[in-house]
């Protein structure tokens, strides 16, 4: 069994329509346990496998002998060598899935289906610590990240001086 991008598509589409037709069609608490059941089996590849041979990067954690735990971020690869095509559907994939259970949670949240909130929520979370690892992992994305912040900085500080400029035009 090979994991590859049309796999880690139904993992995330199968732990999505998955647990919402289970939790509202059942309400003996199955779609809740398969929900948990799938998540998990999802961080667990997309940590130790999907990453690995999609981008090239890995994380983990350890516990030092003080009790300290320590997190490793590991970038194995040069990115930018990477196959495109591959790089786009794994972050697009995690953007795309921590944003719809995003949304589930908070249309969960405002209909006050608490229990079933919190399972969402759980799932996020899940989510969110992947995507948090791998962009910590990624040379590329930190500088993608970087380029764009000075990117906004010189738009928005060029918005401000050129209106300072027209302000003091006018007077």
């Given at each position: 069994?090979?994991?590859?991008?049309?796999?880690?598509?139904?993992?995330?589409?199968?732990?999505?329509?998955?647990?919402?037709?289970?939790?509202q069609e059942t309400g003996n608490g199955l779609g809740e346990i398969l929900t948990i059941i799938f998540s998990a089996f999802d961080f667990w590849t997309v940590k130790n496998i999907t990453g690995r041979l999609l981008v090239g990067l890995r994380w983990w954690s350890?516990?030092?002998?003080?009790?300290?735990?320590?997190?490793?971020?590991?970038?194995?690869?040069?990115?930018?060598?990477?196959?495109?095509?591959?790089?786009?559907?794994?972050?697009?994939?995690?953007?795309?899935?921590?944003?719809?259970?995003l949304a589930i949670f908070i249309i969960n949240t405002l209909s006050l289906k608490l229990t079933v909130a919190f399972l969402n929520l759980f799932v996020f979370a899940l989510l969110i610590v992947n995507l948090y690892a791998y962009y910590k992992c990624s040379d590329e994305k930190k500088k993608q990240m970087s380029d764009l912040a000075t990117r906004a900085g010189s738009q928005v500080a060029g918005q401000v001086i050129k209106s300072s400029l027209m302000q003091g035009n006018r007077a």
């Open positions: 069994f090979f994991f590859n991008d049309t796999a880690t598509t139904e993992i995330y589409t199968e732990q999505i329509v998955g647990s919402v037709r289970c939790v350890k516990i030092k002998p003080d009790g300290e735990q320590d997190w490793i971020f590991e970038c194995k690869l040069d990115e930018s060598k990477l196959n495109s095509v591959d790089k786009t559907f794994f972050w697009g994939g995690q953007l795309i899935f921590t944003g719809v259970w």
